[in-house]
């Protein structure tokens, strides 16, 4: 079985700081990592994956992710926060098979100061 | 990209009414679907997978008579509450599966807010 833990339900980081969410998971076998976002009212979008190749993984608005095998990883970080990074995020995992069932972690508020 | 739509947005109903929740693959096709259901600052509950031409996987704990899935095209699933209760409200998201896509990639709906009175 595998699982998900977002440390931090909430954080809270300053216009133009450092956006960190921590996610690690509990796997026999690396899953496939996926974080995704949420904005009020809406459904999940996908900022990136990690899949096989590059640990380090570049998605959308800024957003990058690194795995790391050793410490069962997927952190996601924005080096400089913007407003419009207010949202739910939701870091996700799945096996390595044909298993097509995303397992969530319980997901990380974060707001913007200005 | 791949473009999953439910429909409707949002939907208030009577307790003891039966509500119906499309979920679409736009531009392309999902041989499978998968429900969630989210409560308020949680996070997303899987519900049942739903598998084109044949009978929905409900997850423990999940009543299948209370909630009916039906996918009988590779494009359009729903889900029906039926007599539904003022505890069977929530936000539903429905993902689909890209069946000629990337490895394990899902496309998530826009979600349904239903509110039973």
């Known amino acids: 079985a595998q699982s998900v833990t977002q440390l931090g339900s909430h954080v809270s980081v300053s216009e133009g700081a450092l956006v960190l969410l921590r996610c690690n998971y509990s796997?026999?076998?690396?899953?496939?990592l996926f974080w995704y976002v949420q904005y009020p009212n809406q459904g999940l979008q996908l900022l990136l994956k990690?899949?096989?190749?590059?640990?380090l993984v570049k998605g959308i608005n800024g957003f990058e992710a690194e795995f790391k095998k050793s410490e069962t990883s997927f952190h996601l970080t924005k080096p400089s926060a913007h407003m419009s990074d207010a949202a739910e995020y939701f870091c996700?995992?799945?096996?390595?098979?044909?298993?097509?069932?995303?397992?969530f972690g319980a997901g990380t508020t974060v707001t913007v100061r200005a | 990209g791949a473009v999953v739509s439910q429909h409707p947005s949002r939907v208030i109903c009577k307790s003891g009414t039966s509500v119906k929740i499309e979920c679409r693959s736009l531009?392309?096709?999902?041989?499978?679907m998968f429900w969630y259901r989210q409560f308020p600052k949680q996070s997303l509950m899987l519900m049942a997978t739903?598998?084109?031409?044949?009978?929905?996987?409900?997850e423990q704990g999940v009543e299948k008579d209370k909630f009916l899935i039906n996918h009988a095209s590779l494009t359009l699933s729903t889900l029906t509450v039926t007599s539904a209760h003022p505890e069977d409200s929530s936000f539903y998201i429905c993902?689909?599966?890209?069946?000629?896509?990337?490895?394990?990639?899902?496309?998530f709906g826009e979600g349904s807010r239903l509110t039973v009175l």
């Open positions: 993902s689909a599966r890209n069946s000629g896509g990337a490895t394990g990639e899902l496309f």
């Open positions: 531009d392309f096709q999902a041989t499978t």
């Open positions: 796997s026999s076998v690396p899953p496939y």
């Open positions: 996700a995992v799945k096996p390595r098979s044909n298993d097509y069932k995303l397992s």
């Open positions: 739903s598998n084109e031409g044949s009978k929905a996987t409900y």
């Open positions: 990690y899949t096989t190749g590059a640990t």
